[in-house]
């Protein structure tokens, strides 16, 4: 029975490692894709910051308070779109900017779940190993293990006890 419990504790190490090599990869493949929002972003937005520059001196907001008294609800509701566009645009330059600082804590506390959804969608398994991917690995492996080692024990513990209290309870 110990030999199996040797084989099970190694197959979460394994499976720990497995899964925390993969850590990195999932960061580097979020900041991907907030850089390439921004981009798409900056390019969605440049026509009317060009505008801006011409008429209102590189100012977006008054060219959108522009489009909002205007008396067609079409024009109105460009603006709201702008709006949007402009609002999305500052806050995609501030979430690269701060992935920049700390990729892993930005990944993780980040409010960007649209953007994380989209990366685990299409997120494909794979092993690159660099020195964070291998820390990573050896981090997640032995949480894993250690947590799989305690669930055990407490399982086995509660269960002994049962026994006792059965058997107990008969005599």
């Not at 779109?81 to 900017?97: E, P, W």
């Not at 779940?113 to 981090?139: G, Y």
Request: proline share 2%; with cysteine; net charge positive.
């Amino acid at each position: 029975m110990s030999k199996f419990l040797d084989y099970i504790r190694l197959s979460f190490f394994a499976f720990g490692l497995l899964l925390g090599v993969q850590i990195p990869a999932f960061i580097s493949d979020f900041g991907q894709a907030l850089s390439a929002q921004l981009i798409e972003a900056n390019n969605a937005i440049a026509p009317f910051k060009n505008d801006a520059a011409k008429y209102f001196n590189n100012d977006l907001n008054k060219l959108i308070k522009h489009y909002k008294n205007i008396d067609d609800g079409i024009v109105n509701k460009g603006a709201s779109n702008i709006s949007t566009l402009y609002t999305r645009q500052k806050d995609l330059q501030i979430a690269v900017n701060r992935f920049a600082q700390s990729p892993y804590v930005f990944t993780l506390i980040s409010g960007m779940t649209d953007v994380k959804q989209q990366v685990w969608q299409r997120f494909e398994c794979q092993i690159i190993l660099k020195k964070d991917s291998i820390i990573a690995a050896i981090v997640a492996a032995i949480i894993i293990a250690l947590l799989a080692e305690l669930t055990g024990y407490l399982l086995l513990t509660g269960v002994k006890r049962s026994f006792k209290r059965l058997f107990a309870t008969q005599k």
